[in-house]
C-alpha cells in the first residue's frame, strides 16, 4: 500500500538503503541490447557507462561481465555505442534473435 503525502519523510529524503533495486528500470524499455559473447574482449566500456549499471561481472581478478540483466537495463543503447568490437546490438523489443 502506497504511503500517503503525510507519511514520507520531509523533503522526500531517502532513508533506507537499496530503495533503487525496486525501480525496475527495464519496464521503460523499447529496445534491447543483444550481448555476443563471441566478440566480447570484456574491456568494461559497456559496464562503466552503463547508467543503471545493468550489467553484472565475474568476482574474479579480472572479471568477465555477464549478461544484461533486463530488469534494470532500460534499452539507453549507450553499452552499444561504446563497444569497441561492435559486441552489443540493439533490437526492438518484440523481435526475437
Ligand atoms: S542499453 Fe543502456 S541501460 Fe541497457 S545495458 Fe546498455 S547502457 Fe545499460
Ligand atoms: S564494451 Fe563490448 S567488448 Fe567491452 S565488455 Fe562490453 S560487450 Fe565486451
Known amino acids: ?3 500517503s503525502w503525510k507519511e514520507i519523510p520531509e523533503g522526500g529524503l531517502i532513508v533506507e538503503p537499496h530503495t533503487s533495486l525496486e525501480n525496475k528500470t ?3 524499455r523499447s529496445f534491447r541490447p543483444v550481448w555476443d559473447p563471441q566478440k566480447c574482449i570484456h574491456c568494461m566500456f ?3 557507462y552503463c547508467p543503471d549499471n545493468a550489467i553484472p561481472i565475474t568476482k574474479d581478478d579480472k572479471p568477465k561481465r555477464l549478461d544484461t540483466n533486463l530488469d534494470y537495463c532500460k534499452g ?3 553499452c552499444a555505442n561504446v563497444c569497441p568490437t561492435k ?3 540493439m533490437v526492438e523489443e ?3 534473435q
Request: proline share 0%; net charge negative.
Open 94 to 96: 518484440g523481435d526475437d
Open 87 to 89: 559486441a552489443i546490438e
Open 76 to 78: 539507453c543503447g549507450i
Open 26 to 28: 527495464g519496464t521503460w
Open 46 to 48: 559497456c559496464v562503466f
Open 1 to 3: 500500500m502506497k504511503k
